[in-house]
């Protein structure tokens, strides 16, 4: 059931643009596996072997951890509305960290220049194997809207209070791995 392809085409593209929400998976050698929720909208497919997302202020930061120690990350998306399927992005990532000139660079292209309160950086996936998979124990839901949580947060915290948060949780990972946020 499984089927393997080197890219996205127009027909894979089309179904992750249908998705609400994607999961992105991440770990080292020594450490937890991490798997975290996303919206898509903040996702971009930016070409056939590439997505970045813009990635927001969390509890934690461990896909950045694991993207400066390892490297590895997939992203996978489930339709949970329509017909099913399951598809992941196998590759490499790397951070680009908001004090970055790609950062800016990326926010202006892909972004229209706009910068969510309490975005922390972009997620660049190089991907060199597309998987998709039937998806049929995937239960079907509905979309009722993105949760208004994250920006009430950030709106509550201003940015001197979203800086001191990411100093305190998101420095290091669970693990005790850098991150890199606040490198130089």
């Given at each position: 059931?499984?089927?393997?392809?080197?890219?996205?085409?127009?027909?894979?593209?089309?179904?992750?643009?249908?998705?609400?929400?994607?999961?992105?998976?991440?770990?080292?050698?020594?450490?937890?596996?991490?798997?975290?929720?996303?919206?898509?909208?903040?996702?971009?497919?930016?070409?056939?072997?590439?997505?970045?997302?813009?990635?927001?202020?969390?509890?934690?930061?461990?896909?950045?951890?694991?993207?400066?120690?390892?490297?590895?990350?997939?992203?996978?998306?489930?339709?949970?509305?329509?017909?099913?399927?399951?598809?992941?992005?196998?590759?490499?990532?790397?951070?680009?960290?908001?004090s970055a000139p790609?950062?800016?660079?990326?926010?202006?292209?892909?972004?229209?220049?706009?910068?969510?309160?309490?975005?922390?950086?972009?997620?660049?996936?190089?991907?060199?194997?597309?998987?998709?998979?039937?998806?049929?124990?995937?239960?079907?839901f509905s979309y009722?809207?993105?949760?208004?949580?994250?920006?009430?947060?950030?709106?509550?915290?201003?940015?001197?209070?979203?800086?001191?948060?990411?100093?305190?949780?998101?420095?290091?990972?669970?693990?005790?791995?850098?991150?890199?946020?606040?490198?130089?």
């Open positions: 059931m499984a089927k393997q392809f080197s890219s996205i085409d127009d027909r894979l593209r089309d179904f992750i643009a249908r998705q609400h929400i994607f999961f992105t998976a991440s770990a080292t050698s020594e450490s937890r596996v991490n798997v975290s929720p996303r919206e898509t909208l903040c996702l971009r497919i930016i070409s056939p072997n590439t997505a970045i997302y813009l990635d927001r202020t969390g509890s934690g930061n461990e896909t950045s951890a694991h993207m400066k120690a390892d490297g590895r990350l997939t992203i996978m998306f489930c339709a949970v509305e329509g017909p099913p399927m399951i598809l992941r992005l196998y590759g490499r990532g790397r951070i680009i960290h908001r790609e950062y800016r660079e990326l926010l202006h292209e892909h972004y229209a220049g706009e910068e969510p309160l309490g975005a922390r950086q972009i997620v660049w996936l190089d991907f060199d194997l597309v998987q998709t998979s039937c998806g049929f124990g995937v239960p079907l009722e809207g993105e949760r208004p949580s994250l920006d009430q947060w950030a709106k509550a915290k201003g940015p001197e209070g979203i800086e001191e948060y990411r100093r305190e949780k998101n420095s290091f990972s669970m693990d005790g791995l850098p991150t890199g946020m606040f490198d130089g």
